[in-house]
């Protein structure tokens, strides 16, 4: 267990909806970041937050969107949605932005968009 | 642009076997390398972190090494168990401690 926390677990939605998922980081922990992981492939880097202020994109459109609370809790934030957008989405904390800090993943949450 | 490939995508041994897990990245300018486990339909789990400075990590049956010169990190697994089967991530971390990942070797460990 790292201490890292998601929900919901699992989510289905229909296509043009919008969804939101939460992420609850590590004790003492100011980054957190997504990511996105499609059936049989490595997660994808979605967006970084570093003490509520977006620090690093990946190649995702602006529809999707974070927000980062003072207590360093997440949320992803997703318009329009897409079938491809069906995937496992990873919050991940850690202490700092720097590549020394190792990255902590939650259990994810699955969403399906039908 | 950091490229990360995972070979082979999917390995099947008998229990008890010792086995490798390649991966190569294309970008030596790697600042630190991850390997990760990930249970079906579950999250990732840190096995190993190698720090850019060292060339190998160790934990229980398991050993990582990193060669940043030839761009290939490797996870050797000893005396392989069926509680072993799992997907096996690696990962490389850029300047902003962002994850690059590969796409995976599944391994599936028989009695």
């Known amino acids: 267990e790292t201490g890292v926390t998601q929900s919901p677990t699992h989510l289905i939605k229909t296509r043009g909806q919008q969804v939101t998922l939460r992420c609850s980081s590590q004790s003492g922990h100011n980054t957190v970041s997504w990511y996105q992981q499609a059936l049989g492939q490595g997660p994808q880097f979605i967006f970084q937050y570093y003490r509520e202020e977006e620090n690093g994109r990946g190649n995702f459109p602006p529809r999707f969107s974070g927000l980062q609370f003072p207590n360093y809790s997440s949320e992803l934030n997703v318009n329009a949605l897409e079938l491809d957008d069906s995937a496992l989405y990873l919050c991940a904390s850690r202490g700092g932005t720097g590549s020394e800090y190792t990255q902590y993943f939650g259990p994810g949450t699955r969403l399906t968009v039908l | 642009k950091q490229e990360v490939t995972q070979i082979p995508a999917a390995l099947s041994v008998p229990e008890g076997e010792n086995l490798v897990l390649n991966c190569s990245f294309t970008d030596s300018a790697i600042y630190n390398l991850q390997w990760f486990r990930q249970d079906p339909g579950k999250g990732l789990t840190s096995l190993l972190l190698?720090?850019?400075?060292?060339r190998e990590q160790t934990s229980g049956r398991l050993n990582a090494s990193l060669d940043k010169s030839s761009g290939r990190s490797t996870l050797y697994i000893a005396a392989s168990q069926p509680g072993d089967s799992a997907t096996y991530l690696c990962a490389a971390y850029n300047q902003g401690g962002k994850l690059i990942f590969g796409q995976g070797t599944e391994l599936s460990v028989k009695p």
């Open positions: 190698i720090q850019s400075s060292q």
